[in-house]
């Protein structure tokens, strides 16, 4: 049994689209005769059609004037409604010609966190666009990927978590490597961080693990100083301060700054380290060897063209450290 569709009210008490588009030249141009020559019509199909409109909202839209016309109040009203909607429609027609002119275009939807993505993808998308021109890449930041906005289904996560949620795949990518940073300049100044022993006593740039829960685990200073048989416990009453921030970035621009020793994680960092901005004031460091990093991706994706030419790419930028 079909169930008959109720009656749109809305759509049933829709004026003429042809009306309101004569209605539109008229009070444009305030001239029957340019509104005609614009639409290509006669004076009189634009006459006739703003009389159905003004016979269908029960009011006169022009006052007549010899051959000029003016707008009533009830037509100044609906030409700044009925002008907006034409003009939108215009657009959207416009853009989906243009879309249709285009060569199809595949567009990736990646979740990473913001450190990532300012300190790793941000150096790195050039080369990825200049290759793959074709390709149009959504990017979503996130240091809770447990709880992405609904409806939101990236078509890749890089995260540290093999698994997320059903429907994903995972391709192990790298262990984490941890090591002090800071500028050559704040070395220069401050010859004692090339030690352990002093370099705890100094000015610190820790990162907290507010905010951070569903990132994977948490190395700060004292979890990297206690892996090397060190404790903060141990700084004098009168060393310099520990600033403590749950934003990496803001940490990574700080000691860009010379305001003192940060952690800093490898393939975040290396860029930074290569263009000699950043220096490893001691060779000491950590490598997480029982955890990864991860490219989750969903497994509609796998034969897909664009993720697979995306996936060789990312892939790619981890040669040394790639494990599977």
């Known amino acids: 049994m079909t169930i008959p569709t109720a009656p749109d009210q809305t759509l049933i008490r829709m004026p003429s689209l042809r009306a309101v588009r004569s209605f539109v030249a008229a009070a444009k141009y305030l001239n029957f005769t340019r509104a005609a020559e614009s639409l290509c019509v006669t004076q009189a199909a634009i006459s006739r059609q703003i009389r159905e409109l003004e016979d269908h909202l029960g ?7 010899g051959r000029s016309v003016e707008l009533t109040p009830a037509g100044s009203i609906f030409f700044d409604a009925a002008q907006l909607s034409f003009l939108n429609i215009a657009q959207a027609a416009d853009r989906i010609r243009r879309e249709q002119a285009r060569p199809a275009r595949r567009q990736l939807t990646v979740c990473c966190s913001p450190a990532f993505s300012a300190l790793w993808m941000a150096s790195r998308l050039p080369s990825f666009f200049s290759a793959n021109p074709d390709i149009d890449l959504n990017l979503v930041t996130t240091q809770n990927f447990l709880s992405l906005d609904p409806g939101l289904k990236p078509d890749l996560f890089i995260t540290k978590m093999s698994r997320l949620r059903e429907g994903y ?17 704040y070395l220069r100044d401050h010859p004692e961080v090339a030690s352990l022993d002093t370099m705890r006593d100094g000015t610190l740039l820790n990162l907290t693990p507010y905010g951070r829960s569903q990132v994977a685990e948490h190395v700060d200073w004292s979890v990297w100083l206690s892996m090397h ?4 416990d141990q700084r004098p009453a009168d060393a310099p301060h520990v600033f403590n921030a749950n934003d990496y970035n803001l940490l990574i621009e700080m000691v860009l700054s010379d305001q ?23 060779n000491e460091q950590i490598v997480l060897n029982d955890t990864h990093h991860y490219l989750l991706y969903r497994e509609e ?3 897909d063209e664009a993720f697979e030419r995306f996936k060789r790419w990312f892939t790619a930028q981890f040669p040394e450290r790639q494990v599977a």
């Open 59 to 65: 009011t006169p839209l022009f006052t007549r004037t």
């Open 169 to 185: 795949l995972s391709v192990a990518l790298f262990h984490d490597e941890i090591f002090p940073i800071c500028t050559p300049r």
């Open 229 to 232: 048989g060190m404790s903060l």
């Open 260 to 282: 003192g020793v940060a952690l800093g994680w490898g393939h975040l960092v290396e860029h930074l380290l290569r263009q000699g901005r950043l220096v490893r004031p001691v």
């Open 301 to 303: 994706c796998e034969n």
